[in-house]
């Protein structure tokens, strides 16, 4: 499966025209469509919607196409309606104009003194008539699913650069864990020796009441312990099981993102162990290398589903 990432974004566009009576000799304005689905990373799935109210209606069978297709992410909906009625004055119909005529006789009838309709009334009514009859059941559902569908695979594109990069610093960190392995003996030898050496220049100075093979013995002690406390083997090691795990994760793919970043907080928990067992510039300077890398990969995860 593939890896997706949270971000993306997907439009879609619809223009129609609506079919008139035989009466009229004029189509209908077109109108036009649009619909946008923006998307930004999230720990959970965040839904939220901006339409018309024209489009209210159409929010639960929205709301149920995205649940079944995306798992995580802040996801924003927006939808317009757009009509050349907005900028041209439309012809009002024969059966507006009748019914516009029979309801000003009708309150007449009750309020002689009620101002009459205006031309300019009959044209506002005109172009409410033809934005108010469009019906865009046929087309939202349709027309999200392209845009849902554009979405998925901008998110997939990314979040094929996102494994790529993380694939990259996987092996960065390798070379590193690699670099970090024989330093240990090299730092555990130097350190015995330097503990010895302290040891001998002690015992000359002494009076020589403590004896040689007790000295000895003492400095072996210390020092084994000092091999004990910067000793980095076992960190090495859980550090590259979870580099294997987070590959054999980014290869399987699908919804990974929380698992990755549990993954990366000990990653993070495993370099900084190292940073403070180490006896050695070389060592320290692995662990800030390895904790840079690691905080990069953290601000990639956290944009994976």
Not at 142 to 156: D, F, H, V, Y
């Amino acid at each position: 499966m593939p890896v997706y990432s949270m971000t993306g974004y997907a439009s879609a566009q619809h223009s129609t025209a609506k079919s008139v009576s035989d009466t009229e000799s004029k189509s209908a304005p077109a109108s036009h469509l649009g619909l946008e689905i923006r998307s930004v990373n999230s720990r959970f799935l965040d839904l939220s919607f901006r339409l018309p109210e024209e489009l209210r209606q159409f929010e639960p069978a929205l709301r149920e196409l995205l649940v079944g297709r995306l798992k995580r992410g802040k996801v924003e909906v927006r939808a317009a309606i757009e009509s050349n009625t907005q900028n041209t004055v439309q012809d009002p119909s024969t059966r507006l104009l009748q019914r516009l005529n029979a309801v000003q006789d009708n309150v007449k009838a009750w309020l002689p003194n009620a101002a009459p309709l205006s031309v300019a009334d009959v044209i506002r009514l005109a172009a409410n008539e033809q934005t108010s009859t469009q019906d865009w059941r046929e087309e939202i559902l349709p027309l999200a699913e392209t845009a849902l569908k554009e979405l998925l695979s901008a998110r997939q594109r990314e979040g094929a650069r996102l494994a790529s990069m993380l694939t990259e610093h996987i092996g960065q960190l390798r070379t590193l864990a690699a670099q970090a392995v024989p330093l240990v003996p090299q730092l555990v030898a130097q350190q015995r020796q330097r503990f010895l050496d302290r040891w001998k220049e002690a015992m000359d100075l002494s009076d020589g009441a403590t004896l040689p093979e007790a000295a000895q013995d003492r400095a072996l002690t210390e020092a084994t312990a000092f091999a004990i406390r910067i000793d980095v083997a076992e960190e090495i090691t859980r550090l590259n099981s979870h580099l294997d795990e987070l590959e054999r994760l980014i290869k399987k793919g699908g919804e990974l993102g929380k698992r990755l970043d549990f993954l990366i907080q000990e990653l993070h928990r495993e370099a900084n162990t190292m940073g403070s067992k180490s006896a050695a510039l070389e060592l320290t300077h692995i662990s800030v290398d390895m904790k840079v890398l690691i905080e990069q990969m953290r601000e990639q995860v956290q944009n994976i589903e």
